[in-house]
């Protein structure tokens, strides 16, 4: 696993996953605070959503939130500058890949990837944070949740408080830029042919949203 992982695109899509990753660098001091789990199998996710839309940007971490938090403004994200200089870098990325989206197609969709257990949020199958509204529209996330609610997912907007939207939804989503934080529970990320069948859901929807259907 590489400490970064950058693909370039074809598509207005950008997708991030900041709390993938599993390798700590010697070289970069653990976070004094914060939550230093992984969001287990995030990555590979976010690689099949991916493989099932084409071409879209990805920004994916190897490092793991023990060390550096993507998901963090920098002050809260890191201790000491070696993981200031990634964290700079999985960021420049991002906006770099937006940026491009917007002179290329005049729209970018960023879709950020988590994980979150069942433990307090019942038999929802996936939490939807839009950073209060701030650039989907209700009508963009119904397409999406209505896609999954019909195969029988059941899905969660939190538009306040936990699992609202982060610091990268929150500091790049806004319009012309759509942006979502997706949590999608440990019971389908942890099963490889669920997970896969999940993937293909989402990008349907996702394809309805980036065509305007």
């Known amino acids: ?30 976070r004094i605070t914060g939550n230093p789990r992984a969001d287990l199998n995030t990555r590979e996710l976010a690689g ?7 071409a879209p940007f990805f920004v994916a971490a190897g490092i793991k939130r023990s060390k550096v938090d993507f998901n963090r403004p920098p002050e809260e994200a890191f201790d000491g500058p070696s993981g200031r200089n990634y964290y700079d870098a999985f ?6 890949y937006i940026q491009l989206c917007l002179d290329r197609f005049g729209s970018c969709f960023l879709l950020d990837v988590h994980g979150f257990s069942t433990k307090n949020y019942g038999n929802h199958h996936v939490i939807f944070g839009t950073g209060c509204y701030n650039s989907l529209t209700g009508n963009a996330l119904g397409q999406l949740s209505r896609v999954l609610n019909n195969e029988g997912w059941k899905v969660l907007h939190k538009h306040t408080g936990y699992f609202s939207g982060g610091y990268i939804i929150r500091q790049y989503a806004r319009p012309p830029v759509i942006g979502l934080q997706m949590e999608v529970c440990k019971d389908i990320r942890l099963n490889s042919a669920l997970r896969r069948k999940f993937a293909g859901y989402v ?9 305007g259907k």
Not at 2 to 29: A, R
Not at 203 to 211: C, F, N, P, Q, S
């Open 48 to 54: 099949e959503i991916a493989g099932e839309m084409g």
């Open 1 to 30: 696993m590489q400490y970064l992982v950058f693909y370039p695109g074809d598509m207005p899509l950008v997708i991030s996953v900041p709390h993938g990753g599993f390798l700590e660098p010697k070289s970069i001091p653990f």
């Open 91 to 96: 960021h420049g990325k991002l906006r770099e």
């Open 203 to 211: 990008a349907e929807g996702l394809k309805k949203i980036i065509k």
